[in-house]
């Protein structure tokens, strides 16, 4: 079976502090995809990334990174220098003829 | 950008009645899925349709539920009975090929049977 295991719940920073989201996954494909979404408060999904499995390389876009290892099954996901509107809900996602969310992760940003 | 929409935002009915939930894709869009959110909980799997039929479908959507995509652009999900359980928030969302693609979601419904 696959699956996506966030396993923090909720995580609390201040303004400016780095913070990672950690998702590890399970899966028997040779060939898949990762996917983070964001849900901010007011409740929309947005799309943050797709990675494919063959590609390893970490992937910056600005203040977001994304560190993907095969070895341990994980594709966790840092915010740089975080900020209030960073607050949301994070979810990681792992397609399964449907795409399967984690029970994300709700990041609080404090000013 | 274009955008998958979601109407009403905000539904309420009594226990046992039927619902009607409205989406229209992306036009070019192949794929159509349904999700729910119980508040503050995961985002949950419905189900997908293709070439007007379901693909896939979870545990959750049970005989109560079903999908049509009635004409060209929407693509609706009804629940004939509800329940106090059935109070959600229902995301439709839709991608141009298969579930390896980024999905685009509406802005969803919020369900609150009473």
């Known amino acids: 079976a696959q699956k996506v295991t966030q396993a923090q719940t909720e995580i609390s920073v201040v303004e400016k502090e780095d913070v990672t989201l950690d998702c590890v996954y399970e899966?028997?494909?040779?060939?898949?995809?990762l996917f983070w979404y964001k849900q901010p408060p007011s409740g929309e999904l947005v799309f943050l990334i797709r990675?494919?499995?063959?590609?390893?390389q970490n992937e910056i876009s600005g203040r977001y990174s994304w560190n993907f290892q095969k070895s341990t099954s994980s594709f966790n996901f840092t915010i740089t220098a975080s900020q209030v509107v960073d607050s949301a809900v994070y979810f990681c996602?792992?397609?399964?003829?449907?795409?399967?969310f984690g029970a994300g992760t709700r990041l609080t940003v404090k000013p | 950008e274009p955008e998958v929409t979601q109407t009403p935002s905000h539904q309420v009915t009594q226990m046992g009645q039927e619902v009607i939930l409205r989406c229209v894709p992306i036009?070019?869009?192949?794929?159509f899925y349904w999700y729910r959110q119980i508040l503050g909980q995961k985002v949950e799997f419905l189900v997908s349709?293709?070439?007007?039929?379901?693909?896939?479908k979870s545990e959750i959507f049970d005989d109560q539920f079903s999908v049509e995509r009635p004409d060209g652009s929407n693509f609706t999900l009804k629940i004939r009975s509800t329940k106090l359980e059935d109070s959600a928030m229902y995301f439709c969302?839709?991608?141009?090929?298969?579930?390896?693609?980024?999905?685009?979601f509406g802005s969803g419904t919020q369900l609150s049977v009473l």
């Open positions: 969302a839709s991608s141009p090929g298969t579930d390896n693609e980024k999905l685009f």
């Open positions: 899966t028997r494909d040779t060939t898949y995809y």
């Open positions: 990675r494919n499995s063959f590609d390893e």
């Open positions: 996602a792992l397609p399964q003829d449907d795409m399967r």
């Open positions: 036009s070019n869009h192949l794929y």
């Open positions: 349709f293709y070439n007007n039929e379901i693909s896939e």
